[in-house]
């Protein structure tokens, strides 16, 4: 197994997201989970986001796309403008759902899991989500068990979706977590269900790896990244080179690097 390093068990317990801001900003990581100060902004995309994967879990039992929404947005107000961005994902959500529909029918149900969270130790073993001594942990949209113990991972994308290849770390981490925690399966496959592509037919699929692949090459290849990640917290500096993707960042309004940066874009029109 991989030795980490002092960073990585520091910071510790990690998951896509925060490896991701690690990854791309460490004054943001510092600001959401060292100082842990509020966000000053919620992005429309994240609400919408969150709202939309409420209305699939609804939906799933037999709930129309009218009723789900109406309980989703009980839960979580939107505004006019996120309804009706909600509007212009109905259709790829109901085809999604209807094709998911037939999909357990096909290869058989044994387990649905729908937003659940699962949590691996420092040995890459299964512990409880919330334990101290977990080391990753990942909350999974949506998986099926199927009758040949294959776990079918899916993971709903609201905004734009350039290629696979842009989540891979993500799935193959949700690989990593279904491995370990749901017991007897014989391999795993991760998928994107972009929301905002409604002509998408077919969910983006990774290729199918089988429980030795995650246990020799994705979870040694896991506490790798986490190293690789961690170093760049050194220092948590925020040195932005573009306003992408700091339009997304919670703490935009107050980064002096970014205002900077937005202003000097101004200027230069």
Not at 135 to 160: E, M, P, Q, T, Y
Not at 166 to 173: C, E, G, M
Request: hydrophobic content about 40%.
């Amino acid at each position: 197994m991989v030795q980490l390093s002092e960073l990585a068990r520091k910071y510790a317990p990690w998951s896509a997201t925060k490896l991701e801001q690690a990854k791309t900003c460490p004054a943001q990581f510092e600001r959401q989970y060292v100082l842990k100060h509020k966000k000053e902004v919620q992005a429309q995309d994240n609400r919408v986001g969150i709202v939309a994967h409420r209305i699939i879990e609804l939906m799933l039992p037999g709930l129309s796309f009218v009723d789900a929404q109406e309980t989703a947005i009980k839960e979580l107000p939107v505004t006019s403008n996120e309804s009706a961005e909600l509007q212009c994902h109905r259709e790829a959500i109901e085809q999604f759902v209807a094709r998911f529909s037939a999909f357990r029918q096909r290869e058989g149900e044994k387990q649905l899991f729908i937003e659940q969270k699962w949590a691996i130790d420092f040995d890459g073993n299964a512990i409880e989500y919330a334990s101290p001594n977990a080391f990753f942990r990942g909350i999974v949209d949506l998986a099926l068990l199927s009758n040949a113990n294959d776990l079918w991972i899916i993971d709903h994308k609201s905004g734009k979706v350039a290629d696979l290849t842009y989540k891979s770390a993500q799935l193959d981490s949700y690989a990593i977590l279904g491995s370990a925690n749901v017991p007897n399966i014989v391999g795993t496959r991760s998928g994107i269900n972009a929301l905002s592509n409604p002509k998408a037919t077919r969910l983006q699929w990774s290729n199918y790896i089988d429980l030795n692949q995650i246990r020799r090459g994705l979870l040694p290849w896991l506490f790798e990244y986490v190293n690789q990640c961690a170093s760049n917290l050194r220092t948590f500096d925020a040195k932005p080179k573009k306003p992408w993707p700091c339009n997304w960042c919670p703490y935009s309004p107050s980064c002096v690097p970014y205002q900077g940066l937005t202003n000097g874009a101004k200027k230069g029109k």
